[in-house]
Every structure is written in C-alpha cells, then in structure tokens.
C-alpha cells in the first residue's frame, strides 16, 4: 500500500480541479484566525499556487496534500493537511489541518491523515520533529494531536487577537526518537 493511502482516505498532491475548494477554504474567513489570514486569496493567486504546487518540499518549503475519503461509492476530497516551515537544516516542520466542513469533522479523517502525514514525515522526508501551534481552548485539536504523542512544550501568553479579545496558544512538538 502507498505511505500516503490508508484504508478510508488517501493524501494526494494538489491538482488544477482543486482551484474552487481552495477558494472556498482559502476565502473562508471563519479559518482566518487559525491560518494567520487577513485578506481574501484571488483566483489567480489560487492558480498560481497549484500551477507552483509541483515544485518539491525542499525546493517550496511547504507542502500541502488534499485529503479523499476513499470508503465510499466515490472519491471526496475533506479536507488538506499542510507541512509548512519546512527546515531540512533542523529536520523539522510545522503541521496544519483542515477538515472542509462540520459534515466532516468528528469522523476520524483528520486523525487518519495526521497519522499518514506523521509516518511520511518520519520515513521519507526523514524529520526530527513535527510541531504545531493550538489555540489554547481548541480542546479537539489538543487532543487529537496528543493522541499521536504530541507534548505540549510551551504556551505563547496572548499570541493571537481575535474579536473576542487575546488568545494564548500551546506549542506541541512531536520528536522522532528513533
């Protein structure tokens, strides 16, 4: 089987036919606050990117793969998962989810492909470490990412404004022991 396919989903490059759920998540300004965005993306940026996506990790120094649920009658796409700070001098990079829509959330897909991404990380890519930043009250993503032994390593004190007033954000490092 493919390092990047398990049972139900399967991780897979970008491809041009992305370009609408891309605008979507990417002009969704619910996320905003989670991906550090400030301003919607254009299609023509979107374009861009993907056109750009083939370009290696090492080379982008990012990384993202759409998540498919491939269980059912058909092929969906639910999601992407991201590699980004790519530091092959460090062997260590940051790691984002995103699941599209509450349809979605809480079926075990973004475990799934954090176990994939972990794997392909430690074996091909040959990292130390993976980290991630987690607002302190997102409890699901805590958990999830501790689920896979992840370590809350440290707390960023009033890291991120939001409308509601000033977030603290726990960083998790998972380190690769082998």
């Known amino acids: 089987m493919d390092i990047l396919t398990g049972n139900r989903i399967k991780l897979r490059a970008l491809e041009p036919s992305d370009i609408e759920l891309l605008y979507l998540w990417e002009n969704n300004s619910d996320i905003w ?27 982008a120094k990012q990384l993202r793969l759409m998540i498919d649920n491939i269980a059912g009658p058909g092929v969906e796409t639910v999601g992407a998962i991201d590699l980004f700070d790519f530091d092959p001098m ?44 987690i607002d302190d009250d997102n409890k699901v993503s805590i958990k999830l990412f501790e689920k896979f032994g992840f370590r809350i390593t440290g707390e960023k004190e009033d890291w991120n404004r939001t409308p509601g007033g000033w977030k603290n954000v726990y960083m998790l490092q998972l380190i690769n022991r082998k």
């Open 33 to 59: 606050p989670v991906s550090n965005t400030l301003v919607p993306f254009s299609r023509f940026i979107l374009e861009k990117y993907i056109a750009e996506s083939h370009m290696d990790i090492f080379q």
């Open 90 to 133: 460090h062997e260590r990079a940051g790691i984002g989810i995103l699941i599209s829509d509450r349809k979605y959330m809480n079926r075990g897909y973004a475990s799934d492909a954090l176990e994939l991404l972990i794997n392909y990380s430690f074996t091909v890519l040959q990292l130390h470490q993976l980290y991630c930043n």
